[in-house]
């Protein structure tokens, strides 16, 4: 089973509309690590969280970390057809491992 | 720019053949990871360096794969005896200052 799941699994949203992301682990996390991807190339560094409860913004998208260090939520406010892509979220896990395990992304899809 | 760059970025070859990919970071680092994603999936983890030394490597790494940083800089990544199952993204990433994975574009292989 995967260790980290996220959902949706894929999205289309019309342009202009707040869309949100989930990832959620069975084991707490220590380092989150969200990632954007466009088909065939490689993974664009977003964010990091590491301190639940921790929320961070670039630009219209934000990520925040539960409390309880097990979910974290991407969302993306008024979408752009630039906002287009895989998105996947990565962790440690275990911590201090150095092994980084990732979700099988959600494929995000804005109409124009 | 990630600051890493991937040769080939395609690469087919005929089932049974040898390949080796090449990953050249250009800032300084201490970890490089190899991973390989499947259309549909997320990155899984095949292996990491610090600096020269191989440090873990994944059961998903059989025999027929071996990799190399031999002066703590850039890496190969090789596969010999190419099979059908081995078609796949390869991608390699650096951690640089903290630690956040930067990627690269990757190579996609295509076994026939």
């Known amino acids: 089973s995967q260790e980290l799941e996220q959902s949706p699994q894929s999205l289309i949203v019309q342009e202009g509309k707040n869309l949100t992301i989930n990832c959620t682990s069975s084991?707490?996390?220590?380092?989150l690590y969200w990632y954007k991807q466009k088909y065939g190339e490689g993974l664009i560094f977003l964010m990091m969280?590491?301190?639940?409860?921790e929320e961070k913004s670039h630009e219209k998208i934000t990520a925040k970390l539960d409390e309880k260090k097990q979910q974290s939520s991407l969302h993306i406010t008024a979408s752009q057809p630039s906002h287009a892509g895989i998105y996947l979220c990565?962790?440690?896990?275990?911590?201090?491992?150095?092994?980084?395990?990732f979700g099988t992304g959600t494929r995000l899809k804005v109409l124009a | 720019d990630t600051g890493v760059s991937q040769n080939p970025r395609h690469k087919i070859t005929k089932r049974g053949q040898n390949v080796t990919f090449r990953c050249d970071p250009i800032?300084?680092?201490?970890?490089l990871y190899w991973y390989r994603q499947t259309l549909g999936q997320g990155p899984e983890f095949l292996t990491y360096?610090?600096?020269?030394?191989?440090?873990?490597k994944s059961r998903l790494l059989s025999d027929r794969f071996s990799a190399e940083r031999p002066k703590g800089s850039f890496s190969t990544l090789e596969i010999q005896r190419t099979e059908q199952g081995d078609s796949a993204m390869y991608l390699c990433?650096?951690?640089?200052?903290?630690?956040?994975?930067?990627f690269g574009p990757g190579t996609r292989l295509t076994v026939l």
């Open positions: 990565g962790a440690d896990i275990p911590p201090g491992t150095y092994k980084y395990i």
């Open positions: 084991k707490t996390l220590y380092g």
């Open positions: 969280l590491q301190k639940g409860g």
């Open positions: 800032s300084e680092h201490n970890r």
């Open positions: 360096f610090q600096n020269e030394a191989q440090l873990e």
């Open positions: 990433a650096i951690i640089v200052y903290t630690d956040t994975q930067y």
